[in-house]
């Protein structure tokens, strides 16, 4: 098993910054993808960004050049730095974990989530 725990949403003015952070707890060892999805009110969950192990990363085009996502393995952690935030940046922001048979599209794989974290941005 393993649970994830994010930390770091808030209210922020248009063009502010938030850091998201996530600690993973549990069987480690099955992670191979860390990173972050987000789901606004009456919208599909979607990715946000993510890294493997490797340090490969993955960035949705909305964020791209605004959010930067980095992991500190011997922490158990992921962060989400956003920058220049917009009003359509505003959702509940997921910590999202695979294991490397799930990455591959083989069975059996698991994915796991947090509990998620609010960040609205507001003037």
């Known amino acids: 098993q393993v649970q994830l725990v994010e930390s770091g949403g808030g209210l922020v003015q248009p063009g502010g910054s938030l850091r998201l952070s996530c600690t993973a707890n549990g069987t480690i060892q099955l992670i191979y993808t860390l990173g972050w999805y987000r789901q606004a009110p009456e919208k599909q969950r979607e990715l946000v960004a993510t890294?493997?192990?490797?340090?490969?990363?993955n960035y949705s085009d909305s964020i791209r050049g605004r959010f930067t996502v980095d992991r500190d393995n011997r922490k158990n952690m992921v962060y989400l730095q956003m920058n220049n935030l917009k009003p359509e940046d505003t959702a509940v922001y997921y910590c999202?974990?695979?294991?490397?048979?799930?990455?591959?599209?083989?069975?059996?794989?698991?994915?796991?989530w947090g509990q998620g974290t609010q960040v609205t941005v507001s003037s």
């Open positions: 999202y974990a695979a294991d490397w048979r799930a990455v591959s599209g083989k069975s059996p794989g698991n994915i796991f």
């Open positions: 890294m493997t192990n490797g340090g490969n990363t």
